[in-house]
């Protein structure tokens, strides 16, 4: 069974940075495909945050582009957020899946515990 570990979030000041982490266990990271970073914030639906390709290439939502940078180290299973000039409104749950397709287990979508992220104005 794939198991999503996320690690790396915390309390940051804005302007901070922060470098998430996404281990994958269970199978090869490549086999997955596209891999995306998704968020939450309190009272509101998961969103997309930035999604990569197998072969590397990228796409960031536009509330984040120009300030995260999504990465993957295949050999290593793991994938990373770096997380520059944040904003209170990056505030959340931060969470790692496949894209566009969430990962499923015994009939159900399948998530990470994933890692909180709490910018300070």
């Known amino acids: 069974q794939v198991q999503l570990v996320e690690s790396g979030g915390g309390l940051v000041q804005a302007g901070g940075s922060l470098r998430l982490s996404c281990a994958v266990s269970?199978?090869?990271?490549?086999?997955?495909?596209?891999m995306a970073w998704y968020r939450q914030a309190p009272g509101n639906q998961r969103e997309w945050v930035a999604l990569?390709?197998?072969?590397?290439?990228?796409g960031t939502a536009d509330s984040v582009k120009g300030r995260f940078t999504i990465s993957r180290d295949n050999a290593k299973n793991t994938m990373y957020l770096q997380m520059n000039s944040l904003k209170p409104e990056d505030t959340g749950v931060y969470y790692c899946?496949?894209?566009?397709?969430?990962?499923?287990?015994?009939?159900?979508?399948?998530w990470g515990q994933g890692t909180q992220v709490t910018v300070s104005s």
């Open positions: 990569i390709t197998p072969a590397g290439s990228t």
């Open positions: 269970g199978s090869a990271m490549r086999s997955l495909n596209t």
């Open positions: 899946n496949s894209y566009p397709r969430i990962l499923r287990r015994y009939g159900a979508d399948y």
